[in-house]
């Protein structure tokens, strides 16, 4: 199983990015695919998923902002995030999981990871 994100880089707050997570050895419609974020010095949290059932979960601070959308074509998850801040400055992973969880340690496959910078 791959998980290969991609789509990360600089913008300026109020600016947007799209990344890409492209899944090889595993259907992204079988598993809950979701969004974590790491930023320097602190836990890997959650950011969204998009679970088996085709429900979408977003953490608080992004609703509104951050939507996650898959491709089962290419089995590709996408996330699309707007009116970004510095607060949303950090890695960036894709997760695969069996079950429908927020929780990271539960997910079974990580991507390598896509920095996101936003300055003010």
């Known amino acids: 199983v791959q998980l290969q994100a991609s789509g990360g880089g600089s913008v300026q707050a109020g600016g947007s990015l799209r990344l890409s997570c492209a899944a090889s050895?595993?259907?992204?419609?079988?598993?809950?695919m979701a969004w974590f974020r790491q930023a320097p010095g602190k836990e890997r949290e959650f950011v969204t998923s998009f679970d088996w059932t085709n429900s979408t979960w977003y953490r608080t601070s992004v609703k509104g902002r951050f939507t996650i959308s898959r491709d089962t074509s290419t089995n590709t998850v996408y996330l699309q995030m707007n009116s970004l801040t510095p607060e949303d400055t950090a890695v960036y992973y894709c997760?695969?999981?069996?079950?429908?969880?927020?929780?990271?340690?539960?997910?079974?496959?990580w991507g390598q990871g896509t920095l996101v910078t936003v300055s003010s």
């Open positions: 997760g695969a999981a069996k079950g429908i969880t927020s929780w990271a340690r539960e997910y079974d496959y």
């Open positions: 050895g595993l259907t992204i419609s079988s598993y809950t």
